[in-house]
């Protein structure tokens, strides 16, 4: 067949109708994601490596804070973080990988940077995904927090530098804070404000040459299957199927 007629697969998910999604599986769904954004480079995991995951009680999802293991579902708690890291150790469980999870609910940036030479760098990670900025916004609503959209981006660009600062062949990875409208907590007057902290943290990731995980399109495209309400609990934090979600996508977008 002339190669002209076959159409061409990134292309095809861009224009994809609402019909066409609604009958596409989660893989589907997440490469739909992907296909939306700038494609970023891959992580190669080598033999040995520690990975950290970094953010907020999305992250962090019950873990034991007491514990100083790695790979062990207590320390990984019951999220993304844990689905995530047994994928990957299922994937590579040739390069005895360390997987830790810090994440600590309720934090805004300058809070992960408050804890940073504990939670980070004394774990001297190679591979290191943060998830944060919903509590950056979400808190002004609600907990009388005064930091602005600026405060977000100088806070996070401060931590990335101090990061590669003391571990300069870091890999990085960004995760797109995300919320579902709607659900709960999530109304019109997220809006659209909270749009300026996605697009900071996209804009971060490039700047810094970091993988991104465009969460908040895998979530869009997965509501045309379900309503958010059964990706989200709140409309911030996934239900079971939004952390698969979240996992397939950060697996897809890092390449593993």
């Known amino acids: 067949m002339n190669n ?47 990975v950290l995951f970094q953010g907020d009680s999305i992250t962090d999802w019950g873990r034991d804070h007491n514990s100083t293991e790695f790979n062990t579902t207590s320390a990984l708690g019951s999220g993304y973080a844990l689905i995530t890291a047994s994928q990957l150790l299922l994937n590579h469980a040739d390069k005895n990988l360390k997987i830790y999870n810090k994440g600590v609910s309720g934090n805004k940036v300058y809070q992960l940077a408050e804890r940073w030479d504990t939670d980070c760098l004394a774990l001297k990670p190679n591979v290191l995904s943060i998830h944060i900025g919903v509590n950056d916004f979400w808190h002004t609503l609600t907990n009388g927090y005064t930091g602005t959209i600026d405060n977000y981006i100088a806070d996070y660009k401060k931590l990335i530098d101090r990061t590669k600062a003391a571990l300069p062949d870091i890999k990085l990875v960004i995760c797109e804070p995300f919320a579902e409208k709607g659900v709960k907590a999530v109304d019109d007057k997220w809006y659209p404000t909270f749009d300026l902290f996605r697009k900071a943290a996209k804009d971060v990731a490039e700047q810094y040459e970091a993988v991104f995980v465009p969460y908040q399109s895998a979530f869009d495209k997965a509501e045309k299957i379900a309503p958010a309400t059964y990706w989200n609990r709140d409309g911030v934090h996934p239900s079971v199927a939004g952390e698969a979600l979240m996992a397939q996508t950060w697996l897809k977008a890092v390449g593993a």
């Open 4 to 50: 002209i007629l076959k159409p061409n697969r990134r292309n095809f998910l861009k224009t994809a109708s609402v019909g066409t999604i609604a009958a596409m599986g989660l893989p589907q769904i997440v490469s739909a994601a992907l296909a939306d954004n700038k494609p970023s480079k891959k992580i190669n995991f080598n033999t040995g490596d520690v």
